[in-house]
């Protein structure tokens, strides 16, 4: 099968080539899934998993992608709960060969079946940006209605996700982001906004939840703006800065079947919508995940036309 196959870590993009890779078979509780569109984040190439197993061995070459929208073609045994041919979207194990890839060997239990009338492509964009958002507001944060919070980057594709989420738990959403974000933070429904190079945070007042997508000076400045008793949630590795009477939480998104039928169901109804950004071909890959400019929204791949 044809496949995105990184091998060089220091090389970063260029060192990923498109080539020929022997197609998955499926093991014990997993599912094959023949891929119509995988999901790329920018900063995958800098993680461990891409490179390393789980006890430090080298992996490589290592096929990246870890969200995908697709159809099972075959079941492992012990599988339960899907079937062939059934549409399905999900996230899979950072340890595991990924979804820029014709095909995918993938634990069922990391899947969510896919309703037919939401497109592949759709589909490829929701699950580490929709379950980042899920986890981070509802899990870690415990975001209830009439409360306030901070989202950082709330143009980008998991800053999206969570304004809309949490405006629709009834919280009100301040966003940040660049001068150029503004407009598209509005839109996903950012109530207000601040430009983080030319207006001052400390300007927003408390907060009773941040979620934070930088880390760095923002997150510093941001753990003094929490109300007592809020959190600043962060999901970009251990948490510098602490609230003076609050929490501070760093996770990292896991697969969940019941959260990603939440999050796909309210895209049937249009209480939540995708942020799509770069689409690109397998073949066009390897340019389209380059970062050659700063985007926005999600970079997905057509596998399949």
């Known amino acids: 099968m044809k496949a995105i196959v990184a091998t060089d870590e220091a090389a970063g993009t260029a060192g990923m080539a498109l080539m020929e890779r022997p197609e998955p078979q499926a093991a014990i509780n997993d599912v094959v899934v023949e891929v119509h569109a995988s999901g790329f984040?920018?900063?995958?190439?800098?993680?461990?998993?891409?490179?390393?197993?789980?006890?430090?061995?080298?992996?490589?070459?290592?096929?990246?992608g870890h969200e995908l929208a697709g159809v099972v073609t075959a079941l492992g045994y012990g599988t339960t709960g899907l079937s062939v041919g059934q549409r399905?979207?999900?996230?899979?194990?950072w340890y595991r060969d990924g979804s820029l890839a014709k095909y995918i060997a993938i634990e069922?239990?990391?899947?969510?079946?896919?309703?037919?009338?939401?497109?592949?492509?759709?589909?490829?964009?929701?699950p580490i940006s929709g379950l980042t958002a899920w986890q981070g507001l509802f899990h870690h944060g415990r975001l209830q209605a009439g409360q306030s919070i901070l989202v950082h980057g709330a143009a980008g594709a998991v800053g999206t996700m969570a304004t809309q989420l949490a405006r629709e738990a009834?919280?009100?959403?301040?966003?940040?982001?660049?001068?150029?974000?503004?407009?598209?933070?509005?839109?996903?429904?950012?109530?207000?906004?601040?430009?983080?190079?030319?207006?001052?945070?400390?300007d927003v007042g408390g907060v009773d939840l941040v979620f934070d997508v930088i880390g760095?000076?923002?997150?510093?400045?941001?753990?003094?703006?929490?109300r007592a008793g809020g959190t600043?949630?962060?999901?970009?590795?251990?948490?510098?800065?602490?609230?003076?009477?609050?929490?501070?939480?760093?996770?990292?998104?896991?697969?969940?079947?019941?959260q990603l039928s939440e999050i796909v169901q309210r895209v049937r109804d249009g209480r939540l919508r995708?942020?799509?950004?770069?689409?690109?071909?397998?073949?066009?890959?390897?340019?389209?995940?380059?970062?050659?400019?700063?985007?926005?929204?999600?970079?997905?791949?057509?596998?399949r036309p």
Do not use: C, M
């Open 41 to 64: 984040v920018p900063t995958e190439l800098t993680w461990p998993s891409t490179w390393t197993d789980r006890v430090g061995h080298q992996r490589t070459p290592s096929i990246p």
């Open 88 to 93: 399905v979207f999900g996230l899979s194990d």
């Open 108 to 126: 069922a239990r990391n899947l969510a079946p896919l309703p037919g009338d939401v497109d592949y492509t759709v589909g490829a964009s929701l």
């Open 170 to 202: 009834g919280a009100y959403v301040i966003g940040t982001g660049r001068a150029a974000d503004r407009q598209k933070a509005r839109d996903f429904g950012a109530q207000e906004f601040v430009d983080l190079e030319n207006d001052a945070l400390e």
């Open 216 to 226: 760095g000076d923002i997150q510093k400045r941001s753990a003094g703006l929490i």
């Open 232 to 258: 600043l949630v962060s999901i970009v590795g251990p948490v510098e800065a602490r609230p003076a009477d609050g929490l501070a939480i760093d996770f990292v998104v896991e697969s969940d079947r019941a």
């Open 274 to 303: 995708a942020n799509i950004g770069t689409i690109s071909t397998l073949d066009n890959a390897i340019a389209a995940v380059s970062p050659t400019e700063r985007r926005t929204g999600k970079t997905i791949i057509r596998v």
